[in-house]
């Protein structure tokens, strides 16, 4: 009868055991790999948008000359406000969807980057309201842990010595 009383007492300390076992495993993984994929995560996107502005260099497409001079807005506390310098504005973020992207695939002035990237995605946000969930908010968590972590070992950040450590 004894036997039988300890028999899931024994199941849980082997499952205890095992999941214990996992987290080690996962908590090995080198800090680098996973700041790498982050930077990778936020660049894409926005290089993909930067790359619809553009018709060739330093040329602003008439689609983002549209959308900021006719369809953008900012929507704050309630009401609607025309994008001002529309396309100063567009030009600026064609720029930075470009330019951005690629300093944190390099993960060169990755923190810079990063928060240049949380700024761009507050203003998509008072643009885009409605995207917070499935958009503004992942992207604003990627920029905002590459902001505060850095590059890693895997960045130019590390490589030229700019990259600040936090051991």
């Known amino acids: 009868m004894s036997d039988i009383n300890h028999a899931p ?18 908590a090995a993984i080198p800090e680098a790999l996973p700041l790498l994929a982050l930077r990778f995560a936020i660049a894409v996107p926005f290089f993909k948008s930067g790359l619809t502005k553009w018709d060739g260099f330093l040329t602003l497409s008439n689609g983002a000359r549209y959308l900021f001079t006719q369809e953008f807005s900012l929507h704050i506390l309630g009401s609607q406000y025309p994008y001002p310098a529309p396309i100063l504005m567009a030009t600026l973020a064609g720029i930075g969807e470009i330019v951005l992207p690629i300093l944190l695939v390099l993960g060169l002035g990755t ?28 992207w604003a968590a990627m920029a905002l842990a590459l902001a505060a972590y850095g590059g890693g070992q895997l960045s130019l950040d590390r490589l ?5 450590r936090k051991d």
């Open 9 to 26: 007492m024994a199941h849980k300390a082997g499952l205890g055991s095992a999941i214990r076992r996992i987290e080690s495993a996962i």
């Open 111 to 138: 923190r810079f980057a990063a928060l240049g990237i949380l700024a761009m995605t507050a203003v998509i946000q008072l643009t885009v309201p409605e995207g917070w969930a499935n958009f503004h908010l992942p």
């Open 160 to 164: 030229v010595g700019l990259g600040a």
